[in-house]
């Protein structure tokens, strides 16, 4: 099996890939990942959705909606973040931007005056620090022997001990199954009107169906128009998510529906 992630190689996002493929390539963006397995070029792609601190991750949540794709199955991960540099004298810290949100508290009490530095993965981060001794990583830990030897400066600083990271592993399309405990669906209902959502929740909630993620995301198109993300903790084998698909199919007969499919869950420790 091959797949594709976020790189370089020590990503959070490569350590979960590895649960799923021994042949892992990488790509600088979620959207980059997506439209690479969208297109057939690899059997599979992960990508995270979402993380207990920060929330979702956005641009996956607008890359699924915007290419055919489908949910194999999903990975949840602790994320363990250390400060990696060559020395002490640093003035910027390069990370993700999700990866410099966790720390958010650890950076503001020890480092209030560095530059805070977004970049493409956590993995790219530490790649700057490896080449540069005016910049720090954040990342995991084993990112310290990846390569020329960084000090590892300080460890878990996450803002909580519980960082948890939620990973979509995708397939094309055409590999969409029924099977599984959670189904993830998105919604462009392309109407507006007192009570929609209320309705499409009550798709659910009418027949039992306990949603575990509900959220919105503006379609692009003009301001006020939303596409709806949920996850539910059951299949669609299940007749009873047939009949809410089938009643949130026709409140939403003016746009579209996207079923990803259904998936387990994988625990993954490393
Ligand atoms: O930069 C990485 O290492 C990633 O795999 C990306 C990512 C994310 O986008 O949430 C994955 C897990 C952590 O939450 C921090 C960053």
């Known amino acids: ?52 601190i920060e929330g979702s991750v956005t641009e996956t949540l607008d890359a699924l909606a915007n290419y055919e794709v489908c949910v194999t199955s999903e990975i949840v991960t602790p994320i363990r973040h250390a400060l990696l540099a060559q020395g002490e004298s640093f003035d910027t810290i390069a990370s993700h931007a999700q990866a410099l949100a966790q720390c958010r508290s650890y950076l503001e009490e020890h480092y209030p005056d560095a530059i805070q530095e977004a970049v493409a993965s956590t993995a790219r981060g530490v790649q700057s620090a490896r080449e540069n001794a005016s910049i720090a990583g954040i990342g995991h ?69 306990n949603l575990s993620r509900v959220e919105s995301r503006p379609s692009g198109a003009r301001l006020g128009d939303y596409l709806f993300h949920f996850d539910i903790e059951a299949g669609v084998y299940e007749s009873r998510v047939q009949d809410a698909l089938d009643e949130i199919e026709e409140l939403a007969s003016e746009g579209w529906v996207r079923n990803l499919g259904s998936y387990d869950t994988k625990h993954v420790l490393y």
């Open 141 to 209: 830990p084993d990112n310290a022997t990846n390569g020329a030897e960084l000090q590892i400066l300080a460890e878990d600083i996450q803002d909580q001990d519980s960082n948890a990271t939620r990973f979509f592993v995708i397939a094309p399309a055409d590999e969409r199954t029924d099977a599984g405990g959670k189904t993830s669906l998105i919604v462009y209902p392309n109407v507006n009107y007192p009570g929609l959502l209320l309705e499409l929740l009550e798709a659910f909630a009418d027949r039992d169906i």
């Open 1 to 52: 099996m091959n797949a594709v992630t976020l790189g370089p190689t020590g990503t959070y996002s490569h350590r979960a890939a590895r649960a799923v493929a021994d042949d892992v390539s990488f790509r600088e963006s979620v959207t980059a990942i997506i439209e690479a397995v969208a297109s057939g070029d690899f059997e599979r792609g992960v990508v995270p959705i979402e993380n207990s």
